[in-house]
C-alpha cells in the first residue's frame, strides 16, 4: 500500500496491493486527469503517455484554438459541467446569477496516514498503519469554489475510497446541484455491466449486459437502496468469470437516493459517475459551508468477480462494519413474524420461547405489533409504549420470563415512520413528510416521518431510548416499510427544500449513531421491508441486516449469491420458515432450509410449537451445525462454485477457514433431472499439495459431520473436481466440510 507524488511526471501514484491508480496533472491550467486504474504497476515511467495530450487538434500549452475537443476527450478525474465536456458532469452549481457552469483544477494536495471520518455519514475506516490518504484540493476561480477530492488506500484489501468536500471560499451563495462521490474515465474494453435488480421479495438478481454507446445506469428516487436497483455497478471484461477477467467494481456506501451510471461516447471511452441521484437534490452553500459527498468503493481484479468478491468483503469486515458483534457468534433468535404477525399476546411469545429454549435457540424477538393499538399494520407507528392488554404484565416482566428460560431478548421498532391512526400523529401531523395541499400518499397504510428534522429524531429516540431502558434487550431490529414521497419538510425554506432527501438519510444516520452509542453492546440488525435497505451505509451501524422477506430456501439461493458477490455472508439476516413457504407457497425439507440459512446470520421465523415432531427433532443438529460451523462462515474466505442464477440447476458455493484447517461446501440441487450423471464441481482455495478427508455434515442422529470415506488431494480437488451424487427428489442439499489432515 502507499501513495506517492512523483513530482517529475507531475502523477500521483495509489497502490493498494494488487492494484495501482494514477491521477496526472496537466498543463500550467492545472487539468486533473484520470491515467491508470488496473494491476499493481511497480513504476509509472511513460503513464502520462496514457493522457494522450500530445495528440491534436488541442495540445495543453502550444495550440488552444480547438479547446473544446479536447475537453470533451480529456479523461478528466473529477468532470466539469457546462465549459466544453460533453459527457456526464460529476458536478453542477447555480451560482447567484443563475449560471451553471464550473471548472475544478488543481490548487494544492496533501497525503497523510490514515483516514478522516466523514461529518454526519458513514465511512470506511482504518488505522495509520492501514489507510492512506491523499486529499487533491482543486478550486473553480471563479466561483470561489473548492473541491477536496479524497482517495484513501488500504494495506490490506484491493479497495480505494473516494468522496469529495466541497467548500464555498467565495463571497456568495452557491446552490450545489450534482455532487458526484466519484468520476472514472478509462477507454472502453468491450465492457459488460453487472448489477442487481429486483423487488420486494426479490431482491438482487443479478444482470449482465455489455454498455453500449449512450448511458447506461443504476438509480433511485426512493429514499431506499435496494428493493428494485441496488447502489452497485460493476464493468467486467467480456467472457469475465469468477477467475478469470478484469472487474471494476463501484458502490456507494450510502442509503438514500442515487445514481451509477456508465457511458460509453464518441471516442469509445466510458465514465462512470458514482452518487447522490442529482435529480430533486440540490444544497445551498453559503460562504463558508461545506458539503461532504458519501464515500464510494471503486476496486479492480484482475482475476475475475472472485478477486472483486475478496476485496469487498476485506474491506467490509475489516474497514465498515464496527459492531462488537462483528467477529463474534450471534445468538440464535426466534423472530415471531412469520409465526403469528400481529396476533400475539404473552402467552403465545412464552409458549415460544420455551420451547426455543429447549431446542437450542437462545433469542426471542417479537416483532411488529407489541406497541400502541397496533392489532394491525394500520395504525400506531410513532406510539412506541407497550400495549399491555397483549403484554399483560408489561415488557420488563415479559423480558425477565423470557431471561429466565436462558434465552436472550430482542425486539422490533419502525423509528422513521408514523400512521395516520397515532397518538403521535394527532399531536404533530405536521411531522409526517407532506406537500402543503396536497392530499399525501400512503403505503402499507403509513407515513414517512420527517426525520431530518431534530425535535422528530429527539422524540422517537426518548421513546425508543424509554423501551430499551425498561429491560434487559439485547437485539433490536430496525425495520422501514416505505419509500419516500411528498417530500417537503415544513422546516425548512424554499431554497433548501433540494436537501431534505439527503438531510432525511443523515437525519436516520444520526438516530442510528445515537443507539448505538447509548447501547455500545445492543445487537442491531437493519430491515427495510426485508432487503430494502441493504447496503454498506448501514453497514456502519449494523453488522447484519435482514437479506428478503422471502424466506423461501430456494428463492434465498438467488437472493443470497448476490447479497455475497458484495458483502460478507455474516451479514446477511436468514431464518428458516414454515413450509408452504408464505411468500410462494413452495415446500422444500426442513434440512434444505437449515443448510441454506446458515449461510447468513442463521436463525427461526416460525412458530416452533406447531412444528410437526419430525422437523422439531431437527432444530437441535441444526443449532448444534450453527455453532460448529458459524466460525468459519462468519470469518471464512468465501467462494462462488456455481451459480443457480446462471445454470438453472444447482447452487454451489465454497468457504474455507482463514487458517485453510477445515473447508464448508455448500451444495442445493433445485430440481432433479432423469438420466443424469453425477456433478462435478471443482473447488478453489485448497492447498494443491494437503491432502483433504471429506465429511458431510448430517442430520441424522450420531455425529453431526459423517466421515464419506473419501480423500482427494488439494490438486484433484480443484482441477478436477469434487464429485456430488445426485440426489432423489427436488431442492435436497448437502453441506461438505473438508478437513485437511
Ligand atoms: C417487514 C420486515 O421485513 C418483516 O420481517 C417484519 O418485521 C415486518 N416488516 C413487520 O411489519
Not at 226 to 232: A, K, L
Request: aromatic letters at 10%.
Amino acid at each position: 500500500m502507499g501513495i506517492s507524488y512523483l513530482e517529475n511526471q507531475k502523477l500521483f501514484k495509489l497502490d493498494t496491493p494488487n492494484t495501482t491508480y494514477i491521477i496526472g496533472i496537466v498543463d500550467q491550467e492545472g487539468f486533473l486527469g484520470h491515467v491508470y486504474y488496473g494491476r499493481r504497476l511497480q513504476e509509472a515511467q511513460g503513464a502520462e503517455e496514457l493522457l494522450r495530450t500530445l495528440e491534436g487538434p488541442f495540445t495543453p500549452e502550444k495550440n488552444s484554438r480547438d479547446r473544446s475537443s479536447f475537453m470533451d476527450c480529456f479523461p478528466w478525474e473529477y468532470s466539469s459541467h457546462g465549459v466544453g465536456d460533453f459527457r456526464e458532469s460529476s458536478i453542477r452549481i447555480k451560482d447567484e446569477n443563475g449560471c451553471s457552469a464550473v471548472m475544478l483544477t488543481y490548487l494544492s494536495h496533501e497525503i497523510y496516514k490514515g483516514k478522516h471520518l466523514l461529518q454526519g455519514l458513514p465511512a470506511t475506516f482504518g488505522s495509520e498503519d492501514q489507510v492512506e490518504t491523499l486529499e487533491i484540493t482543486c478550486e473553480d476561480k471563479c466561483l470561489g469554489l473548492r473541491a477536496v477530492l479524497s482517495y484513501s488506500v488500504f494495506e490490506d484489501t484491493d479497495a480505494i475510497a473516494r468522496s469529495v468536500r466541497f467548500e464555498n471560499a467565495g463571497k456568495s451563495a452557491l446552490c450545489l446541484e450534482k455532487a458526484m462521490s466519484c468520476c472514472l474515465d478509462m477507454d472502453n474494453r468491450g465492457f459488460e455491466a453487472i448489477t442487481l435488480h429486483g423487488s420486494w421479495a426479490r431482491e438482487r438478481r443479478m444482470e449482465r449486459k455489455p454498455i453500449g454507446h449512450g448511458k447506461f445506469s443504476v438509480s433511485t428516487l426512493r429514499g431506499e437502496t435496494s428493493h428494485q436497483e441496488h447502489c452497485f455497478m460493476a464493468l467486467v471484461t467480456p467472457g469475465a468469470d469468477q477467475d478469470k477477467g478484469e472487474a471494476y467494481g463501484f458502490h456507494l456506501v450510502y442509503s438514500g437516493n442515487f445514481l451509477i451510471q456508465a457511458e460509453v461516447n464518441q471516442f469509445d471511452s466510458v465514465r462512470v459517475v458514482a452518487g447522490i441521484n442529482p435529480e430533486d437534490f440540490s444544497w445551498r452553500l453559503t460562504p463558508g459551508e461545506t458539503f461532504q459527498t458519501p464515500e464510494v468503493i471503486l476496486t479492480y481484479s484482475a482475476e475475475g468477480l472472485g478477486g472483486m468478491t475478496k476485496s469487498l468483503h476485506g474491506l467490509y469486515r475489516n474497514h465498515l462494519i464496527r459492531s462488537p458483534y462483528l467477529h463474534k457468534k450471534r445468538p440464535i433468535l426466534i423472530n415471531n413474524w412469520e409465526a403469528t404477525y400481529f396476533d400475539f399476546d404473552e402467552k403465545k411469545l412464552l409458549d415460544i420461547a420455551k420451547e426455543s429454549a429447549a431446542l437450542g435457540i437462545e433469542m426471542l424477538v417479537m416483532d411488529d405489533g407489541w406497541f400502541g393499538n397496533r392489532y394491525d399494520d394500520n395504525r400506531a407507528l410513532g406510539d412506541w409504549q407497550v400495549n399491555e392488554n397483549k403484554l399483560k404484565g408489561g415488557l420488563g416482566s415479559l423480558v425477565e420470563k423470557v431471561n429466565a428460560l436462558g434465552m436472550k431478548f430482542g425486539i422490533w421498532f419502525e423509528p422513521e415512520m408514523i400512521s395516520k391512526e397515532s397518538e403521535l400523529y394527532k399531536q404533530h401531523p405536521d411531522w409526517a413528510l407532506a406537500v402543503p395541499g396536497r392530499k399525501p400518499t400512503l403505503a402499507r397504510n403509513q407515513y414517512v416521518l420527517d426525520v431530518s428534522r431534530k425535535e422528530v429524531r429527539d422524540c422517537i429516540m426518548e421513546q425508543v431510548f424509554a423501551v430499551l431502558h425498561s429491560a434487559n434487550i439485547e437485539y433490536v431490529k430496525w425495520d422501514m416499510n416505505r419509500p419516500l414521497t411528498d417530500l417537503y419538510s415544513a422546516s425548512l425554506p424554499s431554497d433548501r427544500q433540494g436537501e431534505l432527501y439527503h438531510r432525511y438519510v443523515l437525519g436516520m444516520y444520526e438516530m442510528q449513531e445515537r443507539l448505538i452509542t447509548e447501547f455500545p453492546n445492543l445487537l442491531l440488525e437493519n430491515c427495510s421491508g426485508g432487503g430494502g435497505r441493504f447496503d454498506p451505509g448501514m453497514l456502519y451501524y449494523s453488522p447484519q441486516i435482514w437479506c428478503s422477506d422471502d424466506t423461501d430456501a430456494i428463492e434465498r439461493l438467488a437472493i443470497q449469491e448476490s447479497t455475497a458477490m458484495i458483502y460478507p455472508l455474516s451479514t446477511m439476516g436468514a431464518h428458516v420458515s414454515v413450509c408452504p413457504n408464505h411468500t410462494v407457497g413452495r415446500n422444500t425439507p426442513f434440512e434444505t432450509r437449515g443448510y441454506v440459512a446458515l449461510a447468513g446470520t442463521f436463525g427461526y421465523e416460525l412458530d416452533v410449537t406447531k412444528l410437526s415432531d419430525e422437523d422439531k427433532a431437527l432444530v437441535p443438529r441444526q443449532t448444534a451445525m450453527y455453532h460448529r460451523f458459524h466460525d468459519l462462515v462468519r470469518e471464512g474466505d468465501y467462494y462462488r462454485l456455481s451459480s443457480w442464477q446462471e445454470n438453472k440447476s444447482y447452487d454451489c458455493f465454497q468457504v474455507n477457514s482463514p487458517d485453510g484447517k477445515e473447508s464448508l461446501v455448500f451444495y442445493t440441487q433445485v430440481l432433479n433431472e432423469p438420466a443424469r450423471h453425477s456433478r462435478i464441481v471443482r473447488l478453489k482455495g485448497l492447498e494443491e499439495g494437503a491432502r483433504y478427508r471429506i465429511h458431510m455434515v448430517s442430520m441424522e442422529d450420531g455425529e453431526l459431520t459423517k466421515d464419506t470415506g473419501r480423500e482427494a488431494s488439494g490438486e484433484v480437488l480443484m482441477y478436477g473436481g469434487l464429485r456430488l451424487e445426485r440426489l432423489w427428489g427436488d431442492f435436497r442439499s448437502q453441506i461438505f466440510c473438508l478437513e485437511r489432515l
